[in-house]
Protein backbone atom coordinates (compact mmCIF):
# COMPACT_ATOMS: atom_id res chain seq x y z
CA UNK A 1 0.00 0.00 0.00
CA UNK A 2 2.83 2.27 -0.04
CA UNK A 3 5.37 3.77 -2.93
CA UNK A 4 9.11 5.13 -3.04
CA UNK A 5 9.35 8.95 -0.57
CA UNK A 6 10.07 10.99 -3.33
CA UNK A 7 6.72 9.75 -5.83
CA UNK A 8 5.00 10.14 -2.77
CA UNK A 9 5.50 13.67 -2.42
CA UNK A 10 5.64 14.29 -5.82
CA UNK A 11 1.67 13.35 -5.93
CA UNK A 12 0.86 15.39 -3.20
CA UNK A 13 2.65 18.77 -4.67
CA UNK A 14 0.20 17.73 -7.47
CA UNK A 15 -2.89 16.89 -5.79
CA UNK A 16 -2.99 13.40 -6.77
CA UNK A 17 -3.24 12.02 -3.08
CA UNK A 18 -6.73 11.64 -2.82
CA UNK A 19 -6.71 8.51 -5.50
CA UNK A 20 -7.42 5.51 -2.98
CA UNK A 21 -6.79 2.07 -3.05
CA UNK A 22 -10.18 0.02 -3.01
CA UNK A 23 -11.09 -2.32 -0.36
CA UNK A 24 -12.95 -4.95 0.35
CA UNK A 25 -13.23 -8.10 2.95
CA UNK A 26 -10.05 -9.37 1.64
CA UNK A 27 -8.84 -6.38 3.45
CA UNK A 28 -7.85 -6.74 7.69
CA UNK A 29 -7.39 -3.85 9.95
CA UNK A 30 -6.22 -3.79 13.32
CA UNK A 31 -7.85 -1.97 15.71
CA UNK A 32 -6.66 -1.17 19.84
CA UNK A 33 -8.94 0.09 22.04
CA UNK A 34 -12.26 -1.17 20.48
CA UNK A 35 -14.26 -1.42 23.88
CA UNK A 36 -15.64 2.19 23.45
CA UNK A 37 -15.08 5.35 22.08
CA UNK A 38 -13.20 6.45 18.28
CA UNK A 39 -11.86 2.91 18.38
CA UNK A 40 -15.37 1.38 19.00
CA UNK A 41 -16.58 3.70 15.85
CA UNK A 42 -13.73 2.64 13.79
CA UNK A 43 -14.41 -0.42 14.40
CA UNK A 44 -18.17 -0.48 13.13
CA UNK A 45 -17.21 1.75 10.21
CA UNK A 46 -14.41 -0.33 8.79
CA UNK A 47 -17.13 -2.96 8.91
CA UNK A 48 -20.30 -1.89 7.77
CA UNK A 49 -19.00 0.73 5.37
CA UNK A 50 -15.84 -0.15 3.82
CA UNK A 51 -16.84 -3.77 4.33
CA UNK A 52 -13.25 -4.96 5.72
CA UNK A 53 -12.56 -7.69 8.32
CA UNK A 54 -11.66 -6.07 11.34
CA UNK A 55 -10.08 -7.11 14.16
CA UNK A 56 -10.90 -5.28 17.35
CA UNK A 57 -8.58 -5.51 20.10
CA UNK A 58 -10.40 -5.17 23.28
CA UNK A 59 -9.27 -4.44 26.96
CA UNK A 60 -12.31 -7.05 28.04
CA UNK A 61 -14.00 -9.19 26.10
CA UNK A 62 -17.16 -9.36 28.07
CA UNK A 63 -17.36 -5.02 28.28
CA UNK A 64 -20.86 -3.74 26.09
CA UNK A 65 -18.37 -2.43 23.31
CA UNK A 66 -17.65 -5.92 22.45
CA UNK A 67 -20.66 -7.90 23.31
CA UNK A 68 -21.84 -4.78 20.89
CA UNK A 69 -19.21 -6.18 17.86
CA UNK A 70 -19.61 -9.87 18.35
CA UNK A 71 -23.52 -8.89 17.35
CA UNK A 72 -22.19 -7.42 13.64
CA UNK A 73 -21.19 -11.04 13.04
CA UNK A 74 -25.07 -11.71 13.26
CA UNK A 75 -25.82 -10.36 9.82
CA UNK A 76 -22.77 -11.10 8.10
CA UNK A 77 -21.87 -14.95 6.83
CA UNK A 78 -18.36 -14.39 6.49
CA UNK A 79 -17.91 -13.75 10.24
CA UNK A 80 -15.57 -10.34 9.62
CA UNK A 81 -15.53 -8.88 12.84
CA UNK A 82 -13.09 -10.83 15.31
CA UNK A 83 -12.60 -9.13 18.77
CA UNK A 84 -9.29 -9.77 20.52
CA UNK A 85 -8.24 -9.52 23.91
CA UNK A 86 -5.54 -7.31 24.62
CA UNK A 87 -4.03 -5.54 27.72
CA UNK A 88 -1.39 -3.37 26.86
CA UNK A 89 0.83 -3.66 30.08
CA UNK A 90 0.96 -7.44 29.63
CA UNK A 91 3.78 -8.36 27.20
CA UNK A 92 1.75 -12.09 27.27
CA UNK A 93 -1.41 -10.27 25.59
CA UNK A 94 0.43 -8.88 23.20
CA UNK A 95 2.16 -11.99 21.93
CA UNK A 96 -1.06 -13.88 21.62
CA UNK A 97 -2.65 -11.24 19.56
CA UNK A 98 -0.11 -12.04 17.15
CA UNK A 99 -0.63 -15.35 16.80
CA UNK A 100 -4.34 -15.24 16.35
CA UNK A 101 -3.38 -12.26 13.90
CA UNK A 102 -0.81 -14.93 11.96
CA UNK A 103 -3.51 -17.68 12.14
CA UNK A 104 -6.41 -15.96 10.88
CA UNK A 105 -4.25 -14.45 8.09
CA UNK A 106 -2.85 -18.00 7.39
CA UNK A 107 -6.41 -19.45 7.52
CA UNK A 108 -7.40 -17.70 4.02
CA UNK A 109 -4.61 -16.71 1.33
CA UNK A 110 -6.93 -14.07 -0.28
CA UNK A 111 -6.39 -11.98 3.42
CA UNK A 112 -4.14 -9.20 2.85
CA UNK A 113 -3.42 -7.28 6.48
CA UNK A 114 -3.69 -3.79 5.57
CA UNK A 115 -3.65 -1.38 8.89
CA UNK A 116 -2.63 -1.42 12.45
CA UNK A 117 -4.18 1.29 14.47
CA UNK A 118 -2.99 2.20 17.51
CA UNK A 119 -5.87 3.91 18.91
CA UNK A 120 -5.70 2.39 22.56
CA UNK A 121 -5.33 5.04 25.51
CA UNK A 122 -6.08 6.34 28.86
CA UNK A 123 -6.16 10.16 30.47
CA UNK A 124 -6.07 11.09 33.98
CA UNK A 125 -6.76 15.14 34.67
CA UNK A 126 -4.69 16.42 37.86
CA UNK A 127 -2.38 18.58 38.57
CA UNK A 128 1.12 16.91 38.26
CA UNK A 129 1.95 17.26 41.91
CA UNK A 130 -1.39 15.82 42.35
CA UNK A 131 -1.15 12.32 40.17
CA UNK A 132 0.46 9.28 42.16
CA UNK A 133 3.47 7.97 40.80
CA UNK A 134 1.06 4.68 39.85
CA UNK A 135 -1.42 6.93 37.83
CA UNK A 136 1.69 8.81 36.11
CA UNK A 137 3.15 5.35 35.24
CA UNK A 138 0.01 3.67 33.75
CA UNK A 139 -0.33 6.83 31.76
CA UNK A 140 2.83 6.61 30.15
CA UNK A 141 3.12 2.59 30.34
CA UNK A 142 -0.34 2.46 28.42
CA UNK A 143 0.21 5.30 25.87
CA UNK A 144 3.72 5.02 25.28
CA UNK A 145 5.21 1.83 26.51
CA UNK A 146 2.40 -0.15 25.27
CA UNK A 147 1.96 0.98 22.21
CA UNK A 148 5.50 1.14 21.58
CA UNK A 149 5.88 -2.54 22.37
CA UNK A 150 2.48 -3.85 20.18
CA UNK A 151 3.83 -2.43 17.21
CA UNK A 152 7.37 -3.56 17.97
CA UNK A 153 5.28 -7.20 18.10
CA UNK A 154 3.71 -7.27 14.99
CA UNK A 155 6.43 -5.20 12.92
CA UNK A 156 7.74 -8.23 11.54
CA UNK A 157 4.27 -9.31 10.04
CA UNK A 158 3.41 -5.19 9.25
CA UNK A 159 6.93 -5.07 7.00
CA UNK A 160 6.21 -7.71 5.32
CA UNK A 161 2.72 -7.69 4.25
CA UNK A 162 3.51 -3.59 3.79
CA UNK A 163 0.80 -2.65 5.72
CA UNK A 164 0.18 0.57 7.28
CA UNK A 165 0.62 1.94 10.98
CA UNK A 166 -1.53 4.96 12.15
CA UNK A 167 -0.77 6.30 14.88
CA UNK A 168 -4.33 8.27 17.13
CA UNK A 169 -2.61 10.62 18.85
CA UNK A 170 -4.05 14.14 20.59
CA UNK A 171 -3.62 17.74 20.35
CA UNK A 172 -2.43 17.39 23.54
CA UNK A 173 0.55 15.96 21.87
CA UNK A 174 0.79 19.50 20.07
CA UNK A 175 0.69 21.97 22.74
CA UNK A 176 0.71 20.79 26.17
CA UNK A 177 -2.95 22.08 28.62
CA UNK A 178 -2.51 22.19 32.58
CA UNK A 179 -3.82 19.29 34.45
CA UNK A 180 -2.87 17.11 31.90
CA UNK A 181 0.77 16.94 31.66
CA UNK A 182 1.30 13.54 31.25
CA UNK A 183 -1.19 12.65 28.99
CA UNK A 184 0.47 15.42 26.98
CA UNK A 185 3.72 14.01 27.53
CA UNK A 186 2.46 10.91 26.26
CA UNK A 187 1.00 12.16 23.12
CA UNK A 188 3.85 14.13 22.77
CA UNK A 189 6.07 11.55 22.44
CA UNK A 190 4.25 9.16 20.32
CA UNK A 191 3.95 12.20 18.07
CA UNK A 192 7.93 12.45 17.84
CA UNK A 193 8.23 8.25 17.92
CA UNK A 194 5.58 8.18 14.83
CA UNK A 195 7.62 10.41 13.01
CA UNK A 196 11.17 8.44 13.68
CA UNK A 197 9.37 5.41 12.52
CA UNK A 198 7.48 6.92 9.41
CA UNK A 199 11.12 7.52 8.07
CA UNK A 200 12.41 4.54 9.23
CA UNK A 201 9.74 2.13 7.46
CA UNK A 202 9.65 4.50 4.24
CA UNK A 203 12.23 2.57 3.03
CA UNK A 204 10.25 -0.86 3.36
CA UNK A 205 7.31 0.98 1.43
CA UNK A 206 5.61 0.85 4.69
CA UNK A 207 3.21 3.83 5.41
CA UNK A 208 3.12 5.50 9.15
CA UNK A 209 0.45 8.32 9.29
CA UNK A 210 0.01 10.52 12.56
CA UNK A 211 -4.41 10.88 13.03
CA UNK A 212 -5.35 13.84 15.64
CA UNK A 213 -8.87 13.02 16.06
CA UNK A 214 -9.98 15.97 18.08
CA UNK A 215 -11.51 16.13 21.36
CA UNK A 216 -13.99 13.67 22.07
CA UNK A 217 -13.61 12.75 25.97
CA UNK A 218 -17.39 13.27 26.48
CA UNK A 219 -18.11 10.82 23.96
CA UNK A 220 -15.71 7.85 24.98
CA UNK A 221 -14.99 6.08 28.64
CA UNK A 222 -11.28 7.55 28.47
CA UNK A 223 -11.79 9.79 31.81
CA UNK A 224 -14.60 7.27 33.03
CA UNK A 225 -12.73 6.58 36.31
CA UNK A 226 -11.68 10.15 37.16
CA UNK A 227 -13.68 10.74 40.42
CA UNK A 228 -12.27 7.32 41.70
CA UNK A 229 -8.74 8.90 40.61
CA UNK A 230 -9.76 12.04 42.34
CA UNK A 231 -10.16 9.95 45.46
CA UNK A 232 -6.32 7.85 44.98
CA UNK A 233 -4.92 11.76 44.56
CA UNK A 234 -6.16 13.28 47.87
CA UNK A 235 -5.87 9.91 50.08
CA UNK A 236 -2.43 10.36 48.45
CA UNK A 237 -1.93 13.86 50.02
CA UNK A 238 0.03 15.10 53.34
CA UNK A 239 -1.50 17.45 55.58
CA UNK A 240 0.08 20.76 54.08
CA UNK A 241 -1.43 19.62 50.84
CA UNK A 242 -4.81 19.14 52.07
CA UNK A 243 -4.91 22.21 53.38
CA UNK A 244 -3.04 23.93 50.46
CA UNK A 245 -5.69 22.35 47.66
CA UNK A 246 -8.34 21.69 49.77
CA UNK A 247 -11.44 24.04 48.10
CA UNK A 248 -9.40 24.10 45.13
CA UNK A 249 -8.87 20.50 44.92
CA UNK A 250 -12.94 19.93 45.37
CA UNK A 251 -14.10 22.62 42.92
CA UNK A 252 -12.02 20.98 40.20
CA UNK A 253 -13.08 17.62 40.43
CA UNK A 254 -16.34 18.43 40.92
CA UNK A 255 -16.17 20.27 37.59
CA UNK A 256 -14.73 17.21 35.96
CA UNK A 257 -17.36 14.76 38.03
CA UNK A 258 -19.65 14.98 34.29
CA UNK A 259 -16.84 13.19 32.80
CA UNK A 260 -17.12 10.46 35.26
CA UNK A 261 -18.79 7.12 34.96
CA UNK A 262 -18.70 4.15 31.83
CA UNK A 263 -21.32 5.16 28.97
CA UNK A 264 -22.85 2.90 26.60
CA UNK A 265 -20.15 2.33 23.16
CA UNK A 266 -21.74 4.83 20.63
CA UNK A 267 -20.58 5.37 17.38
CA UNK A 268 -19.51 8.93 16.42
CA UNK A 269 -21.68 10.69 13.78
CA UNK A 270 -18.93 12.85 12.49
CA UNK A 271 -18.60 12.03 8.76
CA UNK A 272 -15.96 14.32 8.44
CA UNK A 273 -13.56 12.67 10.73
CA UNK A 274 -14.86 8.90 9.48
CA UNK A 275 -13.63 10.59 5.84
CA UNK A 276 -10.30 11.73 6.95
CA UNK A 277 -9.71 8.51 8.49
CA UNK A 278 -10.59 6.90 5.44
CA UNK A 279 -8.12 8.55 3.44
CA UNK A 280 -5.39 7.69 6.30
CA UNK A 281 -6.33 4.22 5.41
CA UNK A 282 -6.72 4.15 1.74
CA UNK A 283 -5.11 6.85 -0.01
CA UNK A 284 -2.15 5.74 -2.27
CA UNK A 285 0.01 8.82 -0.93
CA UNK A 286 -1.86 9.97 2.59
CA UNK A 287 -0.98 12.93 4.40
CA UNK A 288 1.90 12.45 7.40
CA UNK A 289 -0.60 13.76 9.48
CA UNK A 290 -4.28 14.42 9.36
CA UNK A 291 -6.02 16.97 12.14
CA UNK A 292 -8.98 16.74 12.74
CA UNK A 293 -10.39 19.61 15.18
CA UNK A 294 -13.58 22.33 15.40
CA UNK A 295 -12.90 26.16 13.97
CA UNK A 296 -12.20 26.91 17.68
CA UNK A 297 -9.21 24.80 17.98
CA UNK A 298 -7.77 26.05 14.81
CA UNK A 299 -8.37 29.25 16.20
CA UNK A 300 -5.91 28.65 19.14
CA UNK A 301 -3.18 26.16 17.36
CA UNK A 302 -3.21 29.22 15.13
CA UNK A 303 -2.42 31.53 18.38
CA UNK A 304 -0.06 28.97 19.59
CA UNK A 305 2.00 29.50 17.27
CA UNK A 306 2.16 33.17 17.17
CA UNK A 307 2.16 33.97 20.29
CA UNK A 308 5.25 34.59 22.63
CA UNK A 309 5.41 32.08 25.83
CA UNK A 310 3.47 33.97 28.24
CA UNK A 311 0.81 34.65 25.81
CA UNK A 312 0.16 31.02 24.81
CA UNK A 313 0.28 29.78 28.55
CA UNK A 314 -2.72 32.83 29.26
CA UNK A 315 -4.85 30.82 25.64
CA UNK A 316 -4.19 27.64 27.32
CA UNK A 317 -5.53 27.97 30.62
CA UNK A 318 -8.36 29.75 28.92
CA UNK A 319 -9.05 26.60 26.19
CA UNK A 320 -9.13 24.57 29.08
CA UNK A 321 -11.66 26.78 31.28
CA UNK A 322 -11.93 24.59 34.69
CA UNK A 323 -11.56 26.07 37.77
CA UNK A 324 -7.71 27.73 38.94
CA UNK A 325 -6.34 27.67 42.44
CA UNK A 326 -6.52 31.78 42.34
CA UNK A 327 -10.26 31.73 41.14
CA UNK A 328 -11.59 29.69 44.22
CA UNK A 329 -9.29 30.96 46.47
CA UNK A 330 -10.50 34.95 45.46
CA UNK A 331 -14.40 34.11 45.66
CA UNK A 332 -13.44 32.76 49.38
CA UNK A 333 -11.75 36.07 50.81
CA UNK A 334 -14.55 37.58 49.03
CA UNK A 335 -16.97 35.91 51.14
Known sequence: MASSPLLSAICRSLGLCRRS???????????????SGLGHSLAVYCHNALNMTVVSCCHN???????????????????????????????????????????????????VFTA????????????????????VEHCIGVNVLGTMRLTKQLLPLVRQKRARIINVTSHCGLQALPALGPYAASKAALRFWN????????????????FVPGSFVMASNIAARQQDQAFEMFAAFNEEQRNHYGA????????????SGFKAPNQFQDEQLLSKFR??????????LYIHEPWR???????????????????????????????????????
Open 21 to 35: LPVCSRNVIVITGCD
Open 61 to 111: LCSEGARLLKQLNGEDQQQRMHIYELDLLQPASMERVEKELVSLLDSDEDY
Open 116 to 135: LVNNAGVMCFGEFEWQTPGQ
Open 195 to 210: DALRMELQQYGVEVIN
Open 248 to 259: YFKEFNTYLRIL
Open 279 to 288: DALTSRHPKA
Open 297 to 335: YKIYRWLFRLCPTPLVDWLAVQFCAMPSYRSVTDRKHST
